[in-house]
């Protein structure tokens, strides 16, 4: 009996797997599920930073290398009942044409989808592989995605071939989003009781860097250099994070932090903001650090993948989005991506997260025509 689209995504979801916590549970499950499928099984286990134990899977149907992959993810932001919750968060639940959840849009039920669509071919119909990947910690920066890119042999396989990022997009081809980048500024002060007047408060020292930096969010959100019209919004925000890390008022603040992010568009120099900001946290005896840097993933609207995904999803043009996927980590070796899934990324994220029905039941019908076409077909 082939496994239903429903019944899998309610399975999902019932699995706890914040990104702060193990996915290891949902990720075995869908490791025994792809074997099942007759797929090839390989499991990629890490310990995060607070030594929590992750694991990505990556499933191989067929043989050869290049073909189709299918990519997602099975952790998911925080949820608490007390935010709001008509139930638990990760109980899955049907009213009407909808199934509640944590992660049933972002996005297991897309997983789902992929691995439904899957379940339908086996190995001996396909001429080229299909690949389903379902990795840990994308809502932390795509850590998962960035082992899997590092260690799967599979992945090296597959990376030659199309890749499918099954984020929800209410069935729509994405072609483009933003990338990342994230830096530190710190500033460094004198521990001493405030009332000795003899410490020195490393906000002080941060505050004239930070009305520099004001000014420079401003030319961001304005300049055409920085500006990117294929894109809703066309700019991409300066975003400030400050910490100082202090546990008393009486006590002269030793540290502040400023933790910046920016949202890289394709066509878009970053170069010379890296340089401003560099040169403003000397200009202050503060210290600098780029932490990260992801490129933007971009398929021109006029490639042969963004046609066929097209005319698979029975649409007409694509799109940007200004969020960013597990691409920013993948791009770097597979160069042919497009976002297709089902379920609305307005959800993600959302107290009583919802996927439609008839959502999940038309992505692994999407889904199943891209598999015949490129897989079994072998056709561009």
Wanted: charged share 25%; proline share 4%; aromatic share 6%.
């Amino acid at each position: 009996m082939k496994p239903d689209v429903i019944d899998i995504t309610r399975k999902l979801v019932n699995y706890r797997s914040p990104s702060l916590e193990s996915n290891v549970p949902v990720t075995e499950y869908c490791g025994d599920l792809m074997r099942s499928l007759g797929f090839t099984v390989e499991l990629l286990s890490y310990t995060d930073k607070n030594g929590v134990e992750k694991l990505n899977v990556v499933g191989k149907l067929g043989d050869g290398v290049g073909g189709l992959s299918l990519l997602s993810h099975n952790d998911t932001v925080p949820a608490e009942k007390s935010e709001g919750w008509v139930g638990d968060p990760f109980k899955a639940r049907i009213s009407g044409d909808k199934l509640y959840g944590r992660g049933s849009a972002d996005m297991k039920g897309p997983l789902a989808a992929s691995i439904c669509a899957a379940a339908r071919f086996r190995s001996s119909d396909l001429k080229s592989p299909l690949y389903v990947i379902a990795t840990a910690d994308e809502e932390l920066h795509g850590i998962g995605a960035l082992e899997v890119t590092k260690k799967s042999k599979l992945f090296a396989e597959a990376a030659s071939g199309y890749g499918v990022i099954c984020e929800p997009t209410r069935l729509r081809v994405v072609h483009a989003h933003k990338g990342s980048m994230h830096m530190r500024v710190t500033s460094r002060g004198k521990s001493a009781h405030t009332s000795s007047l003899k410490g020195v408060n490393a906000n002080m020292k941060m505050i004239p860097f930070l009305s520099q930096m004001k000014k420079l969010n401003e030319q961001v959100l304005t300049a055409k250099r920085f500006r990117n019209d294929q894109f809703k919004p066309p700019h991409s925000e300066l975003s400030l994070s400050i910490n100082d890390h202090l546990v008393a008022m009486n006590v002269y603040p030793v540290e502040s932090e400023c933790r910046m992010t920016y949202r890289i568009m394709p066509d878009v120099d970053v170069e010379g903001l890296i340089k401003r900001v560099r040169e403003c946290a000397r200009e202050h005896g503060l210290k600098f650090e780029l932490l990260s840097r992801h490129t933007p993933v971009f398929t021109s609207p006029d490639s042969q993948l963004v046609t066929t995904a097209l005319k698979l999803s029975g649409t007409r043009t694509s799109r940007t989005v200004a969020y960013g996927t597990d691409g920013i980590r993948y791009i770097e070796k597979m160069k042919q991506m497009v976002v297709l899934g089902p379920g609305d990324i307005a959800q993600g994220h959302t107290v009583d997260e919802w996927i439609e029905l008839d959502q999940l039941r038309k992505g692994a019908d999407v889904y199943s025509r891209f598999i015949d076409h490129v897989c079994v077909k072998q056709l561009p």
